[in-house]
């Protein structure tokens, strides 16, 4: 099982910035890669950017030159730092993990979701 706890959501100004977190906890060695999604209401999940455990990152077209994916892998954790934010950024996002259970496996853990919503 892998553990994912995200934080940093919140309300802000149309042009303001953000920063998520996602800390992974459990059995975190299997992890290949984590990444951002988000969710609006009424829309499908979308992916916001990735990263692998070899730090090569990909972006939604949308997002790039304003988000950054990083992560800080001695505490596990995984960020997106969102500048330039636009209303139509609002949404629920996701962190996730896919990864390997020892079996080989294939596997996909989810956080419980932040709420971020940018004002016009």
């Known amino acids: 099982q892998v553990q994912l706890v995200e934080s940093g959501g919140g309300l802000v100004q149309a042009g303001g910035s953000l920063r998520l977190s996602c800390a992974a906890s459990g059995s975190i060695r299997g992890i290949n890669a984590m990444g951002w999604y988000r969710q609006a209401p009424g829309k499908q999940r979308e992916l916001v950017a990735a990263i692998t455990s070899g730090g090569n990152t990909n972006y939604a077209d949308s997002m790039k030159g304003r988000f950054t994916i990083s992560r800080d892998s001695a505490k596990n954790t995984v960020y997106l730092q969102m500048n330039s934010l636009k209303p139509e950024d609002t949404a629920v996002y996701y962190c996730?993990?896919?990864?390997?259970?020892?079996?080989?496996?294939?596997?996909?853990?989810w956080g419980q979701g932040t709420q971020v919503t940018v004002s016009s």
């Open positions: 996730n993990a896919d990864g390997y259970f020892s079996d080989s496996s294939p596997y996909r853990y």
